[in-house]
């Protein structure tokens, strides 16, 4: 019980093969896109791709790894004991939070203050003041509001979080837990969970997605955007857990965890990928019902009109066929969800399919028809993956992987779904 | 009544830990178990017993299947062929606004159909009296009921259970089915069980 997981030569490998891949395309994407280049809208095509890229794998990434210490926070609300057994796992997804959190918050800094006004319109001055629309939003979509906003978020993130962590691994030292200690550290830990969710919901779930990803489009709001972002983040979380667990388990690590815990799992993606579903479809249903100019250019851009096809037709449709139907017709059986196989298949597919979503939630503002989906993408896609691979194996090899002296341990064991 | 009366020895345990060895031993010895009743669900009880997996689920995918095909085509032969209606100037197979009534509909049949299909595989409807063979078995006893045919000695089922732990043993004679007929539970036999 005591040995420590070693990383396996091949996922060293990995990971520094998709860091090295995803070094390679930023500087390729550095040299030849002129990321300084002046930053009118639509002047200098490369130069927008270059940071859009970037804000769409940088926030996309640094949520997901965030969703796995909700996914700890809810369930230690919630008095979820199953999670016990592979506790250790969204740990140390959640461990990278803080890496990405740097590189996020220096992207979201040399958008803002290098004057990108191609991928935050709001940046532009002269058409904010002549702009009846965005002088109404002046007081909070402003570079003052937005980097300290910003700031406070991933700070708080990256501390409550550590928090969590920190009264986990502390409690491998101290040796079985009698009763009142136990019941006074899951008071403790479920005390840090509510403050982490609280920030969570002021942030994940309403002002973050509006700063980062909902401002492209400066004009446009939807009440569901935050919740849409969260679903989508959320959904990939839990697949990334269960990715984690599965391989994991191939090397002969966490021995209690079962069929059951791959059971419940798959129930995580296949119902988040409904409610994903749904707030896809309220937001566009709703719009498309009112039928108002300015709403409807959101839609517009994406999929175009019924006389002519927006440029990005087949990505939006795509995008509901991968991460709706396909869990939907795929993850319904009970065997499904507790198929190895079909569940590490299902997770990949999910993670993509919401990298995808946030490829259409960034780019139709930014670079309009112009996008592409080339060696950079997937390169800068690759870098983010490696860093996650990298921080997370950093957690696994350092700590043991069973939290071992966890009141809910048991309860974890014999869990039976 | 379609069932026929049929014996039952009926042995009741106070203890879960007493019954899953019981029911294996019991399935082992070659004895067909009729039904185990709870007070509450007990997990695996299901698996300890053979019983094979309930197949209420795919019945409710296929009712939730009608369901949609339903309500899309329905509302699509209303809206384009029958009375067609310029609502808000949308075009006719207007698909987004029918998502959430295709929704509703797809839950309704589902929902309904299952309810109605878990009554019938549990012998149960309106006016149907059935037969209980403890009433503690509501409360707090768990109630091993074991068929009998022609061949069966009760005599010596009733000292099987009495060794296998049961509080209270009796013998019983039951009317098993209603009026469609019956729904036999399929189970395994123990020979056909890993590890056996």
Same mark, same amino acid.
């Given at each position: 019980?005591?040995?420590?997981?070693?990383?396996?030569?091949?996922?060293?490998?990995?990971?520094?093969?998709?860091?090295?891949?995803?070094?390679?395309?930023?500087?390729?994407?550095?040299?030849?896109?002129?990321?300084?280049?002046?930053?009118?809208?639509?002047? $200098?095509?490369?130069?927008?791709?270059?940071?859009?890229?970037?804000?769409?794998?940088?926030?996309?990434?640094?949520?997901?790894?965030?969703?796995?210490?909700?996914?700890?926070?809810?369930?230690?609300?919630?008095?979820?004991?199953?999670?016990?057994?592979?506790?250790?796992?969204?740990?140390? /997804?959640?461990?990278?939070?803080?890496?990405?959190?740097?590189?996020?918050?220096?992207?979201?800094?040399?958008?803002?203050?290098?004057?990108?006004?191609?991928?935050?319109?709001?940046?532009?001055?002269?058409?904010?003041?002549?702009?009846?629309?965005? $002088?109404?939003?002046?007081?909070?979509?402003?570079?003052?509001?937005?980097? /300290?906003?910003?700031?406070?978020? #991933?700070?708080?993130?990256?501390?409550?979080?550590?928090?969590?962590?920190?009264?986990?691994?502390?409690?491998?030292?101290?040796?079985?837990?009698?009763?009142?200690?136990?019941?006074?550290?899951?008071?403790?830990?479920?005390?840090?969970?509510?403050?982490?969710?609280?920030?969570?919901?002021?942030?994940?779930?309403?002002?973050?997605?509006?700063?980062?990803?909902?401002?492209?489009?400066?004009?446009?709001?939807?009440?569901?955007?935050?919740?849409?972002?969260?679903?989508?983040?959320?959904?990939?979380?839990?697949?990334? /857990?269960?990715?984690?667990?599965?391989?994991?388990?191939?090397?002969?690590?966490?021995?209690?965890?079962?069929?059951?815990?791959?059971?419940?799992?798959?129930?995580?993606?296949?119902?988040?990928?409904?409610?994903?579903?749904?707030?896809?479809?309220?937001?566009?249903?709703?719009?498309?019902?009112?039928?108002?100019?300015?709403?409807?250019?959101?839609?517009?851009?994406?999929?175009?009109?019924?006389?002519?096809?927006?440029?990005?037709?087949?990505?939006?449709?795509? $995008?509901?066929?991968?991460?709706?139907?396909?869990?939907?017709? #795929?993850?319904?059986?009970?065997?499904?969800?507790?198929?190895?196989?079909?569940?590490?298949?299902?997770?990949?597919?999910?993670?993509?399919?919401?990298?995808?979503?946030?490829?259409?939630?960034?780019?139709?503002?930014?670079?309009?028809?112009?996008?592409?989906?080339?060696?950079?993408?997937?390169?800068?896609?690759?870098?983010?993956?490696?860093? #996650?691979?990298?921080?997370?194996?950093?957690?696994?090899?350092?700590?043991?992987?069973?939290?071992?002296?966890?009141?809910?341990?048991?309860?974890?064991?014999?869990?039976?779904? | 009544?379609?069932?026929?009366?049929?014996?039952?020895?009926?042995?009741?345990?106070?203890?879960?830990?007493?019954?899953?060895?019981?029911?294996?031993?019991?399935?082992?010895?070659?004895?067909?178990?009729?039904?185990?009743?709870?007070?509450?669900?007990?997990?695996?009880?299901?698996?300890?017993?053979?019983?094979?997996?309930?197949?209420?689920?795919?019945?409710?995918?296929?009712?939730?299947?009608?369901?949609?095909?339903?309500?899309?085509?329905?509302?699509?032969?209303?809206?384009?062929?029958?009375?067609?209606?310029?609502?808000?100037?949308?075009?006719?197979?207007?698909?987004?606004?029918?998502?959430?009534?295709?929704?509703?509909?797809?839950?309704?049949?589902?929902?309904?159909?299952?309810?109605?299909?878990?009554?019938?595989?549990?012998?149960?409807?309106?006016?149907?009296?059935?037969?209980?063979?403890?009433?503690?078995?509501?409360?707090?006893?768990?109630?091993?009921?074991?068929?009998?045919?022609?061949?069966?000695?009760?005599?010596?089922?009733?000292?099987?259970?009495?060794?296998?732990?049961?509080?209270?043993?009796?013998?019983?004679?039951?009317?098993?089915?209603?009026?469609?007929?019956?729904?036999?539970?399929?189970?395994?036999?123990?020979?056909?069980?890993?590890?056996?």
């Amino acid at each position: 019980m005591d040995h420590q997981f070693q990383l396996p030569g091949s996922y060293k490998k990995w990971t520094y093969g998709l860091i090295g891949a995803g070094v390679i395309a930023l500087l390729y994407g550095f040299i030849m896109f002129h990321p300084f280049a002046h930053a009118g809208h639509g002047e $200098n095509v490369n130069s927008t791709r270059f940071w859009a890229v970037l804000l769409q794998n940088s926030v996309f990434f640094l949520l997901v790894v965030n969703a796995a210490m909700f996914f700890i926070c809810v369930t230690t609300m919630a008095m979820g004991g199953w999670v016990v057994a592979f506790r250790r796992v969204s740990e140390a /997804i959640s461990s990278v939070v803080p890496i990405l959190g740097v590189i996020t918050f220096v992207i979201l800094m040399a958008i803002v203050f290098g004057d990108r006004t191609d991928i935050y319109h709001w940046l532009d001055k002269e058409a904010v003041a002549n702009d009846h629309i965005l $002088n109404g939003k002046k007081g909070f979509l402003n570079p003052m509001f937005f980097s /300290i906003w910003s700031f406070i978020t #991933i700070f708080l993130w990256w501390f409550l979080g550590k928090k969590m962590r920190s009264m986990s691994l502390e409690s491998d030292k101290q040796g079985t837990m009698d009763y009142e200690t136990g019941k006074k550290w899951i008071w403790n830990n479920t005390v840090w969970a509510s403050l982490y969710s609280i920030v969570f919901t002021l942030t994940v779930a309403s002002t973050i997605p509006w700063l980062w990803l909902m401002s492209i489009d400066a004009h446009w709001y939807s009440t569901m955007y935050s919740w849409y972002t969260f679903a989508s983040t959320f959904v990939s979380g839990v697949s990334l /857990i269960a990715l984690y667990v599965i391989y994991l388990k191939n090397r002969g690590q966490l021995e209690y965890v079962t069929e059951e815990h791959l059971h419940d799992l798959g129930k995580f993606m296949f119902a988040f990928s409904i409610f994903w579903t749904y707030l896809w479809f309220s937001q566009y249903m709703l719009i498309w019902y009112s039928n108002q100019p300015e709403e409807t250019k959101y839609f517009v851009e994406r999929i175009g009109t019924a006389t002519k096809a927006g440029p990005y037709k087949g990505i939006f449709f795509f $995008n509901l066929i991968i991460n709706f139907l396909c869990p939907l017709l #795929i993850l319904m059986k009970k065997g499904t969800k507790r198929n190895w196989t079909m569940v590490t298949v299902m997770a990949v597919l999910i993670i993509f399919g919401h990298w995808v979503d946030f490829f259409q939630m960034v780019m139709p503002g930014t670079l309009h028809e112009h996008y592409s989906l080339g060696f950079y993408e997937f390169g800068i896609g690759a870098l983010f993956v490696g860093l #996650i691979m990298w921080g997370t194996g950093r957690y696994l090899s350092k700590h043991s992987l069973l939290a071992r002296n966890h009141p809910f341990l048991k309860e974890s064991m014999i869990h039976h779904t | 009544m379609a069932g026929g009366i049929k014996k039952f020895v009926v042995g009741s345990f106070d203890d879960e830990k007493v019954l899953f060895p019981a029911v294996k031993n019991v399935r082992k010895a070659g004895y067909k178990i009729h039904d185990v009743y709870t007070p509450f669900p007990v997990h695996g009880l299901d698996h300890a017993m053979g019983i094979r997996e309930t197949s209420l689920h795919t019945a409710g995918f296929i009712y939730a299947i009608t369901g949609t095909t339903t309500a899309l085509t329905f509302m699509s032969w209303v809206f384009t062929k029958d009375w067609p209606l310029n609502i808000g100037g949308k075009p006719n197979f207007a698909l987004p606004a029918w998502i959430p009534i295709t929704f509703e509909l797809t839950v309704l049949f589902s929902a309904v159909g299952m309810v109605l299909t878990f009554c019938y595989l549990c012998n149960l409807a309106p006016f149907v009296k059935k037969h209980h063979f403890h009433p503690r078995a509501t409360d707090d006893l768990f109630v091993m009921v074991i068929e009998c045919t022609d061949k069966t000695n009760d005599a010596e089922v009733q000292s099987f259970l009495q060794t296998a732990g049961a509080q209270e043993i009796n013998v019983q004679e039951a009317e098993t089915g209603w009026w469609i007929g019956r729904y036999h539970k399929e189970q395994k036999l123990y020979k056909e069980e890993k590890g056996y």
